[in-house]
């Protein structure tokens, strides 16, 4: 279940990271240089601070989900621009893919609970932070946008419905679906977190 969650996160941030760069009539090669950084940014710094190999390095089933997420943007790249906010929708469904799998994966590996709550985080933001930075944006981690905040709460929840011994099943597209929810609420209604002011006397 895990590994079909991470694969639909995989190709959907690659999708996300390529539309992006289509946005700015970047050529195919930096859309596709973008989508794959997008799309392993997260797992891979996740799988490193677990002392682990990247999965894509030895799996080459996400080399090919990350091919057919760029192709998917770059063929449908007119219909999905047409759509308004389809890029929100696809960072959204892959902040939450990719939070949940890197929350369970660190609890695997005997993170604990508070470890893997950031990780989860880590996972879900850094392909996002990756792409806005190539893209010469301020990534939306740094803005009062409610986006690392989602993802922490949808980790959260993973957490405590693991202890309740719900299912991974179930708990793992409950959970991710918080994050998704979360976010999408957020950009409906412009709900923000606080900033601190700087006054200058």
């Given at each position: 279940m895990m590994y079909t969650i991470d694969l639909l996160g995989t190709m959907v941030f690659a999708i996300s990271g390529s539309m992006a760069a289509n946005r700015q009539r970047i050529n195919i090669i930096g859309a596709g240089f973008t989508g794959f950084v997008t799309a392993?940014?997260?797992?891979?710094?996740?799988?490193?601070?677990?002392?682990?190999r990247p999965v894509w390095?030895?799996?080459?089933?996400?080399?090919?989900?990350?091919?057919?997420?760029?192709?998917?943007?770059?063929?449908?790249?007119?219909?999905?621009?047409?759509?308004?906010?389809?890029?929100t929708f696809f960072d959204a469904l892959g902040i939450g893919f990719f939070c949940i799998v890197g929350v369970q994966k660190s609890l695997q590996y005997e993170s604990t609970a508070v470890a893997a709550v950031i990780l989860g985080m880590f996972s879900a933001?850094?392909?996002?932070?990756t792409r806005d930075t190539l893209l010469n944006e301020?990534?939306?981690i740094f803005r009062k946008e409610i986006y690392a905040t989602a993802c922490l709460a949808g980790a959260l929840m993973f957490?405590?419905?693991?202890n309740?011994?719900?299912?991974?099943?179930?708990?793992?597209?409950?959970?991710?679906?918080?994050?998704?929810?979360?976010?999408?609420?957020?950009?409906r209604y412009q709900?923000?977190?606080?900033?601190?002011?700087e006054k200058i006397k």
């Open positions: 392993i940014g997260g797992g891979s710094l996740r799988d490193l601070f677990l002392n682990l390095v030895d799996d080459s089933n996400y080399i090919f989900i990350i091919l057919l997420g760029v192709a998917l943007s770059m063929v449908g790249n007119k219909f999905l621009n047409n759509l308004a906010r389809t890029l933001v850094m392909g996002g932070v301020l990534p939306l957490v405590v419905l693991q309740l011994n719900v299912p991974n099943s179930i708990n793992a597209w409950v959970s991710a679906m918080v994050v998704v929810f979360l976010r999408l609420l957020a950009v709900l923000t977190l606080p900033s601190i002011d």
